[in-house]
């Protein structure tokens, strides 16, 4: 079966310092992987997304950036966090086939709190 | 670009009512997925209804798509206390691109 992992689960960082979050798809192969980001209390906001290794979608221009170094890894990162950084941030993974519904599959999420 | 938007954004009802959210978006659709978040955890999938079907049910979920008015309902019968969470509405936009957009959410309160 397939499984999504998130780390860390919670992360406290200063103003200023550098972010890496890291999300990793097991037990399936070529996912489309996607970064959101929720504020407290609100909906997603897509941040990026990548359907295949060294293809990147970015959806808000930020000092945030992603990559994705191997099929199934997908990593947020930023070389200066800013205050409002801060936020619940979720992975997910979907696979499209012939027939096969776009049902995405989400991580447990991490929340990073920005200081 | 669209965005999915619920209604109401809370809701709280007596265990055993039913509770109806709704969903309103503004470009054209392949389908229409509903996804149910606990507090403070990552998404679970509810439902999937394409844009060619009208109504689909799976359990104590009901879910209606009227594409003329683009919006679309989900209907959870004889709630219970665990069905407290937000539930969030997503659609494919554009459509065929992987990219997914998601509604602003609506808050259940289901009180025992």
């Known amino acids: 079966s397939q499984t999504i992992h998130q780390w860390p689960a919670t992360l406290v960082q200063p103003v200023g310092s550098p972010l890496s979050l890291e999300c990793t798809v097991e037990?399936?192969?070529?996912?489309?992987l996607y970064w959101y980001r929720q504020a407290a209390g609100r909906g997603l906001q897509l941040l990026f997304y990548?359907?295949?290794?060294?293809?990147i979608s970015s959806e808000v221009p930020q000092n945030l950036s992603a990559s994705r170094p191997q099929d199934r890894q997908f990593i947020l990162s930023s070389k200066k966090l800013l205050l409002s950084d801060s936020g619940f941030y979720l992975c997910?993974?979907?696979?499209?086939?012939?027939?096969?519904?776009?049902?995405?599959?989400f991580g447990p999420g991490t929340r990073l709190t920005v200081l | 670009s669209q965005q999915g938007e619920e209604d109401p954004q809370a809701l709280s009802i007596q265990e055993g009512e039913n509770a109806t959210m709704n969903c309103s978006y503004k470009?054209?659709?392949?389908?229409l997925q509903w996804y149910r978040q606990n507090s403070g955890r990552g998404l679970v999938h509810l439902i999937l209804?394409?844009?060619?079907?009208r109504e689909k049910h799976s359990g104590r979920l009901r879910v209606t798509l009227d594409t003329s008015k683009k919006s679309s309902s989900l209907l959870i019968t004889a709630s219970r206390a665990a069905d407290t969470a937000s539930y969030f509405c997503?659609?494919?936009?554009?459509?065929?691109?992987?990219?997914?957009?998601f509604g602003t959410g609506t808050r259940l309160k289901v009180l025992a």
């Open positions: 990548s359907v295949g290794i060294g293809q």
């Open positions: 037990g399936t192969s070529n996912p489309n």
């Open positions: 997910a993974w979907s696979v499209r086939g012939f027939g096969m519904a776009d049902t995405q599959y």
């Open positions: 997503a659609t494919e936009d554009p459509p065929g691109t992987y990219k997914y957009i």
């Open positions: 470009t054209s659709i392949n389908n």
């Open positions: 209804i394409r844009s060619n079907e």
